[in-house]
Structures are given as C-alpha cells and as structure tokens.
C-alpha cells in the first residue's frame, strides 16, 4: 500500500476516472454485441416499445424507424460501438486494475497508451496544419467517396446513409461541395428505381418542415423539392463541407477549449500512472531492503 500522500492521491482520481470509463466502455461494448449478435431482437424491441406505450406515429415517422432498424445500419452500428466501446475498456481497464492492484506493469502500459494516443493527436493537429491545403483535399475525397459508395435512397438506407441524412437536415447543407456528389454517387443512381428515376437529390437536401425535421422526419416543404432543386426550395448550393469549416471557425475558442480539456485529462493520466508506478517501486524497493 503506498503511504505517500500525493501517491495516494494520484491512485484514487486514476480509480475513479478509469472506473466510470470501464463502466462506460462495458456498456458501449455490451450493447455493440447485442446489437452483432441478435439484431432482430433489437428491432422487434424497438417496435414493440413503440406500440407498447401507445405512441400514433405518421407513415413519415413510422418510415424514419423502419430506416434505422434496417438490419444493414444495426450491423453496422454495431460494429461501430464495439470498436469504441473495446476501446474504452481496454485502456480504462488497465489505468482502473493498475491503480487499484498498485501493478507498476499495468500503470506502465497504462501511461504508454495514453502517450502513443497524445502523439498521435499532437502529430495530427501539426499535419493539419502544415499541410492543410492536402488535408482539406483528402478529407473532402473521403467524404465524396462515403456518398460515392454508400449512399442509399430511402428505403435502403444503413449507418452511411442515416449519418449523411442527419449531418444535412441539422446543418442545413447538401453534399461534400454541392448537389452535384449525388449526381456522380453510384450508390444513389444504382438505388434509384423507375418511378423514382428523377430524382436530383435526397429529401434531407431539401428546406424540411421545421416540426418534421426537429422529429427526423425530413419531409421536404415543398415536395417538388427532390425532383426539381433550386436555392428557394433547398441546399443544393451550401456543401456541408464548408458549412463545417464556416462552424468550426465561428467557434473556434469552444474547439481549442475542448482539444485543451482532452489533452490536460490525457496529459494528467500520463502523469498520475507513472508518479503511482515510481511510488509503487520505491516502496518495494524499500521493503526489500529492510
């Protein structure tokens, strides 16, 4: 047991930290297996809660939860949130047992973690920056591959296609650029059936009903919208792309305040692990010696 105060200290704030992330990470990661392991359950759950406390749904919004407990975008929630959620416990599990064990392997694991993590973001941050014209580049080529690849029109829809809808009724946009990544996405034209052919753009593309949209209903105003675009009925001009960039730098004081934050809590678990691992050794150094 480690009798220095600081010691004691730093032990305690890294079990209760670690502790609530392992409770948090277990969590994620329980739920990302049920969701792998037995979808269906997880629909007809869904469903039956929704029936079950007596909720009257429009056909729009009994539409919206059929698209996100289609099977393709549970799956791929799933394997999502057992990613994170594996993630989190891994690296909690290690400070949490570390501490509570007093085990200068687990702690030294622990802060190596965290210091490979720090790197990588520090490393990241200075890429962007100094290279920011061919960050801008690549990023913009990923995205327009997502919508190239995995953009499906209603009815079709999986995790891609759900997060695309969503970023574009809450922010307002349509695309990467513009409604021309539609055009060219071969996902989109693949899914389009014959009575559909005219389709030009998504309906989250469209200025949506206001009360709908709070809803995640997406129904157009103007329900010529999706075959017949133009800047009075939608986005079609406004790429969420820039729409983000326009964001991040009107808050830029609350994305370094938060980039700071993260760093400081990395940086202080960095700091307790290896001040607890000195102590753990000193004081068995000292049992061994006398």
């Known amino acids: ?32 297996i049920w969701l ?13 809660s929704t029936l079950n406390e007596g909720i009257q749904l429009d056909e729009n919004a009994q539409n919206v939860i059929r ?23 891994i690296i909690s599990f290690l400070g949490y047992c570390g501490a509570i064990k007093e085990s200068r392997v687990l702690l030294t694991a622990y802060g190596l973690f965290l ?14 920056t100094v290279y920011k014209t061919h960050a801008d580049k690549h990023t913009q080529e990923f995205l327009k591959d997502t919508v190239n690849k995995y953009y499906k029109v209603k009815g079709e829809a999986n995790a891609v296609t759900l997060g695309w ?19 060219k996405s ?11 052919i005219k389709r030009q753009v998504p309906e989250t593309c469209c200025i949506l009903e206001p ?11 103007d329900e010529n919208c999706i075959y017949s675009p133009s800047t009075a ?3 079609i001009n406004k790429g969420c792309y820039n729409k983000f960039k326009t964001w991040v730098q009107s808050n830029l004081n609350l994305v370094i305040g938060a980039v700071v934050g993260v760093a400081a809590v990395q940086l202080l678990g960095i700091i307790f692990s290896f001040c607890l691992c000195k102590a753990v050794g000193n004081e068995r150094d000292y049992h061994y010696k006398y």
């Open 233 to 235: 009925n939608s986005y």
């Open 186 to 196: 071969k996902a989109w034209l693949d899914g389009v059936d014959k009575e559909a």
């Open 165 to 183: 809808d969503l970023i574009m009724s809450q922010m307002e946009c349509c695309g990467v650029n513009n409604s021309g990544d539609f055009s």
């Open 115 to 128: 210091i490979i993590i720090f790197a990588l973001q520090v490393a990241a941050i200075v890429l962007i």
């Open 36 to 48: 792998a392991a037995d979808k269906d359950s997880f629909i007809k759950l869904t469903r039956f």
């Open 211 to 221: 009360e709908e949209r709070r809803r995640n209903n997406w129904v157009p105003a």
């Open 67 to 89: 698209e996100f407990t289609e099977p393709k975008v549970i799956e791929q929630g799933a394997y999502i949130l057992i990613a994170i959620g594996a993630f989190i416990f």
């Open 1 to 32: 047991m480690v009798a220095d105060c600081g010691a004691t200290c730093a032990k305690y704030l890294l079990c209760l930290f670690n502790f609530v992330f392992f409770v948090v990470g277990s969590a994620v990661l329980s739920v990302g």
